[in-house]
């Protein structure tokens, strides 16, 4: 079944911004987001997730953006009734208790008393706090903070969600907990938007990523086309063998994609039927192939891959570029 326009979630492009002093954080965003899926925004600290948040938030005003959230013009706080919206560093009051933020937060949204009651009860049991319901908030840790803050997400019930690292200072448990929260939210017909520099996380729950790299898209895709995409064959030969003129053996018959890497040979295919010419020739001449199998790469390979400045082949630098500077 296809999807048309209307079942975009976010829907965006040209989004850039420009901070005083020629500080270019984001540079001509492109993103679609389909209602209801997980989807995943990775990149290193400065790269510019949680500016384009707080563009969709209204929070700051974009140099330029076109494009809609849940189908309204990015910019129209009517929409925001609509989306939860957990901040990357978040500040509640420590005077008040859990259930008297959930509450606050509530009454601001309109949600009439006799409803705030059962969904704080439920939130608060979601995100395991029932216990801790009226603790003092400067009595909390950060995981703690971190797990009221996303029921507050949670109040009025969105269709979107928006997450800046959620898992920021929870403990392994409590990042399995919000994984699982997650993904109930996604089979509630939810979208969930989240910002993360912890690749592993994101590999775990989302159905769609995208690498920002220096305000900038670098990969954008499933995970599963961008793995496959990039899929490849290995050999390892055996220890007598020289990985060296194993590849000159095989490049005749498979020209220009070949690498070395320690004692392996890397192929840019992870089709067999192109592969298996490069194994007889190896075969032919007396190599010893130890083994043999596709090498699907991870979310941090592939993160690893977009920094690399094509040129040069060195690391590039992650963070906000100043106008005019690549």
Known sequence: M???????????????????????ALRGIEMRVWRGEVFGLLGPNG??????????????????CEGTILGR????????????????????????????????????GKINRKERVQRIGKL?????????????????????????????????????VLLDEPTDGVDPVGRRDIRKIVARLRDEGK?????????SELEMVCERVAILLRGEVRLQGTMSELID????????LGCDDDVEVGRAAVSA???????????????????????????DALRQRGFTISHCWVHKPTLEDLFLEAVVDPETGQPMHVGAARKGKG
């Open 73 to 108: 013009r990015v910019g129209d706080q009517s929409v925001l009734a609509r989306v939860g919206y957990l901040p990357e560093h978040h500040r509640f009051p420590d005077y008040l208790t859990a259930r008297q933020l959930l509450h606050y937060v509530g009454a601001m």
């Open 124 to 160: 608060l049991d979601m995100v395991d706090m029932t216990d801790w319901a009226d603790k003092k908030l400067g009595s909390f840790s950060k995981g703690m903070r971190q797990r009221v803050g996303l029921a507050q997400a949670l109040c009025n019930d969105p269709d979107l």
């Open 191 to 199: 979208t969930v938007f989240l910002n993360s520099h912890l690749l």
């Open 253 to 279: 018959a498979l020209p220009g994609g070949v690498e070395v890497r320690e004692r392996e040979l890397v192929f840019k295919t992870a089709e067999a039927k192109e592969v298996q010419p490069a194994i």
């Open 2 to 24: 296809s999807q048309g326009e209307g079942d975009w979630a976010l829907d965006l492009s040209h989004v850039a911004k420009t901070f005083r002093g020629g500080v270019q």
């Open 47 to 64: 790269a510019g997730k949680s500016t384009l948040i707080k563009i969709l938030m209204t929070v700051i005003r974009p140099s330029r």
């Open 229 to 236: 995409r990039r899929a490849g064959y290995r050999i390892r």
